[in-house]
């Protein structure tokens, strides 16, 4: 198993950015497909219409973000955590996913720059 670590500063308020992680409306914006999501622990999720999928396990508004993520045919889940602080109209966000698949690690490191977090800072920074 792999694990992915990115730092990502973001030229927008920490809460604009929280929402970007956990509106559903705004994460159908940045993604271009459909999307479920909750902002409390224990609440479910789904990404991509479905294709990624999970949990909330842990939830510090504003401050963390940790989920139990499916995708593909996994027969275990990955770890996703953000890590967010704020100053002024910056935001700092550390990812790390853990419990990666080998095979689709590399896919999935820059999955998350073109295709996420990439994508949330460009909504976020417009």
Not at 7 to 28: G, N, Q, S
Not at 48 to 72: A, C, F, R
Not at 76 to 87: A, C, H, I, R
Request: net charge negative.
């Amino acid at each position: 198993m792999k694990r992915i670590e990115q730092t990502y500063t973001i030229k927008a308020p920490l809460a604009r950015v929280w929402r970007a992680l956990t509106d559903p409306k705004m994460i159908e914006a940045w993604s271009g497909a459909a999307a479920i999501m909750s902002d409390a622990e224990g609440g479910t999720f789904s990404l991509w219409d479905g294709d990624i999928h999970g949990t909330n396990t842990k939830v510090v508004t504003h401050k963390l973000l940790e989920q139990e993520w499916y995708g593909g045919e996994w027969d275990k889940p990955s770890k996703v955590v953000f890590s967010l602080s704020g100053e002024g109209d910056r935001t700092m966000v550390g990812l790390v996913h853990t419990h990666v698949p080998e095979h689709e690690a590399k896919d999935l490191e820059q999955g998350w720059r073109d295709y996420y977090m990439g994508a949330i800072k460009n909504l976020c920074e417009d």
